[in-house]
Nanobody
Framework: QVQLVESGGGLVQPGGSLRLSCTASGFPFRIYAMSWYRQAPGLERELVAS??????????NYADSVKGRFTISRDDAKNSVLLQMNSLKPEDTAVYYCNVRRQGNMIWGQGTQVTVSA
């Protein structure tokens, strides 16, 4: 059974940092690109960052709104993908979801809440 479990969300002040972690199971993690999405209240879910497999150079992509502040990385030995978030802004407040696209299906974790507020 494919499973994605996120952790690391919470409440942080503007300018602060958080690190999100997603642990995967049930599929050969190392050969799949992984992504982080987020969804704020009343808005559509949006792609935040993605990372390809090491077989494709572990290339990364970021939404313009987070470039220079967020860093995605992966640890294939631990079947995990991380999202380091620095210089957080109130507009980063959202539920953050780990994602893998496998066999044509978008698979999601349960999400972790990130709230940026003074």
């Amino acid at each position: 059974q494919v499973q994605l479990v996120e952790s690391g969300g919470g409440l942080v002040q503007p300018g602060g940092s958080l690190r999100l972690s997603c642990t995967a199971s049930g599929f050969p993690f190392r050969i799949y690109a992984m992504s982080w999405y987020r969804q704020a209240p009343g808005l559509e879910r949006e792609l935040v960052a993605s990372i390809s497999s090491f077989g494709f150079g572990a290339g990364t992509n970021y939404a313009d709104s987070v470039k220079g502040r967020f860093t995605i990385s992966r640890d294939d030995a631990k079947n995990s993908v991380l999202l380091q978030m620095n210089s957080l802004k109130p507009e980063d407040t959202a539920v953050y979801y780990c994602n893998v696209r496998r066999q044509g299906n978008m698979i999601w974790g349960q999400g972790t809440q990130v709230t940026v507020s003074a």
